[in-house]
């Protein structure tokens, strides 16, 4: 086979046209941190990385929204919680005006409490976070309760009476708390009609009224102690879907480095050593190629 002056010059830029786009791709992997930077490089790896990406930013989606109602149950729980301390002082009040020895100076005192109290419901049954009203329901724009003249009633509508839920991995997770879970009793009366009749009895001194009542205040205060149970227990099971969908992310993006991730003490290895070849290769080409041009001319 005869070698020629133009086989050699050709193959020695084919060599370094080579270099150069060996020494673009190692740039890039250094600059981008992957070796696989489209399809092409490696249909396998790229598509394997690729779901993997999506199913990452899936479930990141997910663990911002559940960040994001877990903060919603810490209101929740903050309202629940002074609910039930409410409720337990109402109780109190309510044994101890039922007792024959409170004089007429001391049952105005606990009715007075118990207004007190009952406004304090008002303002807590009209929760809000950003404007919406956490107790609402379907109807976060409306406030749950309004006052109408000495009494205060439900203003939610029944068919807005609805739990709010996360939709997570196909599943609807219920984590709201309605007006109508906790200030109303099971036989439909709320705890606003309960303490006007409280109040009324208290000072009028009727004892038998009052006693009568104390069956409705615990059944108000169980539902609250049912709810706050509830929203701890759904708090527990975020935060452990929370826990494992950040554990499957560590693992995911664990996998996509070693699919395509770039070993940066090697590629800078790699980069000066073809950066040293194509320095020597332009060289040598520089001294073939104007001697094959003073041959030709000779």
Same mark, same amino acid.
């Given at each position: 086979?005869?070698?020629?002056?133009?086989?050699?010059?050709?193959?020695?830029?084919?060599?370094?046209?080579?270099?150069?786009?060996?020494?673009?791709?190692?740039?890039?992997?250094?600059?981008? #941190?992957?070796?696989?930077?489209?399809?092409?490089?490696?249909?396998?790896?790229?598509?394997?990385?690729?779901?993997?990406?999506?199913?990452?930013?899936?479930?990141?989606e997910y663990i911002d929204d559940?960040?994001?109602?877990?903060?919603?149950?810490?209101?929740?729980?903050?309202?629940?919680?002074?609910?039930?301390?409410?409720?337990?002082?109402?109780?109190?009040?309510?044994?101890?005006?039922?007792?024959?020895?409170?004089?007429?100076?001391?049952?105005?005192?606990?009715?007075?409490?118990?207004?007190?109290?009952?406004?304090?419901?008002?303002?807590?049954?009209?929760?809000?976070? #950003?404007?919406?009203?956490?107790?609402?329901?379907?109807?976060?724009?409306?406030?749950?309760?309004?006052?109408?003249?000495?009494?205060?009633?439900?203003?939610?509508?029944?068919?807005?009476?609805?739990?709010?839920?996360?939709?997570?991995?196909?599943?609807?997770?219920?984590?709201?708390?309605?007006?109508?879970?906790?200030?109303?009793?099971?036989?439909?009366?709320?705890?606003?009609?309960?303490?006007?009749?409280?109040?009324?009895?208290?000072?009028?001194?009727?004892?038998?009224?009052?006693?009568?009542?104390l069956g409705s205040l615990d059944?108000?205060?169980?539902?609250?102690?049912?709810?706050?149970?509830?929203? #701890?227990?759904?708090?527990?099971?975020?935060?452990?879907?929370?826990?494992?969908?950040?554990?499957?992310?560590?693992?995911?993006?664990?996998?996509?480095?070693?699919?395509? #991730?770039?070993?940066?003490?090697?590629?800078?290895?790699?980069?000066?050593?073809?950066?040293?070849?194509?320095?020597?290769?332009?060289?040598?080409?520089?001294?073939?190629?104007?001697?094959?041009?003073?041959?030709?001319?000779?």
């Amino acid at each position: 086979m005869r070698i020629t002056q133009s086989m050699i010059a050709n193959n020695a830029l084919k060599n370094i046209r080579n270099s150069y786009i060996r020494r673009e791709e190692l740039s890039e992997q250094i600059s981008t #941190g992957k070796t696989v930077n489209r399809p092409s490089d490696d249909p396998t790896k790229a598509g394997k990385s690729s779901y993997l990406m999506s199913r990452n930013r899936l479930l990141n989606e997910y663990i911002d929204d559940i960040k994001n109602t877990r903060s919603v149950l810490v209101y929740y729980d903050t309202a629940l919680q002074e609910m039930q301390n409410v409720n337990h002082r109402i109780k109190e009040l309510t044994v101890q005006a039922a007792n024959d020895t409170q004089t007429v100076e001391d049952r105005n005192h606990i009715a007075l409490e118990l207004k007190q109290l009952k406004e304090h419901l008002y303002k807590l049954a009209n929760t809000q976070i #950003g404007g919406k009203y956490i107790f609402g329901g379907a109807k976060t724009n409306v406030p749950p309760v309004r006052k109408e003249n000495e009494s205060v009633v439900i203003n939610t509508p029944q068919e807005a009476n609805i739990r709010a839920k996360l939709p997570i991995e196909h599943i609807d997770i219920e984590y709201g708390v309605t007006v109508y879970d906790v200030f109303k009793t099971d036989s439909g009366e709320t705890v606003f009609g309960i303490l006007d009749r409280l109040i009324n009895s208290v000072e009028k001194g009727n004892n038998d009224d009052i006693e009568r009542d104390l069956g409705s205040l615990d059944n108000i205060l169980n539902k609250v102690n049912a709810n706050l149970a509830r929203v #701890g227990s759904v708090d527990n099971m975020l935060e452990s879907m929370k826990n494992r969908f950040e554990k499957v992310v560590d693992n995911n993006t664990d996998i996509i480095n070693e699919l395509i #991730g770039t070993d940066l003490p090697k590629a800078l290895s790699d980069l000066s050593l073809e950066q040293t070849t194509l320095q020597a290769a332009l060289k040598t080409t520089a001294q073939i190629l104007p001697q094959s041009l003073v041959d030709f001319i000779r």
